[in-house]
């Protein structure tokens, strides 16, 4: 599938992987794993969905970013989210 082709997504799915993208910790290849897009399919994903000044802002912090790929991290194994995602989304772990 190319990167400039139109993605039929729920919205839900789509928010979701707009939030992926937006964490630093989350990894091309997790959103890749989970939802089956690549990284520049993510990109223009993120072109289309958002303001063009926050995309930019998006695209200047995790460009080499070496958190978003997990090749250049190979301690993030093989997690889908970042170590304080689940506590932000379920609260306090007890």
């Known amino acids: 599938m190319k990167a400039t082709k139109q993605l039929d997504l729920d919205p839900g799915v789509r928010d979701r992987i707009i939030e992926m993208a937006w964490e630093d910790r989350t990894p091309f290849e997790a959103i890749a794993q989970q939802f089956g897009l690549s990284e520049q399919q993510v990109i223009a994903l993120m072109r289309r969905e958002m303001k063009p000044s926050s995309f930019r802002m998006w695209r200047k912090r ?5 958190t978003k790929h ?7 194994g093989s997690r889908l989210h970042c170590a304080t995602q689940k506590q932000r989304m379920y609260g306090p772990r007890r």
């Open 70 to 76: 997990a090749v250049r991290h190979p301690e993030l």
């Open 62 to 66: 995790v460009s080499g970013r070496k």
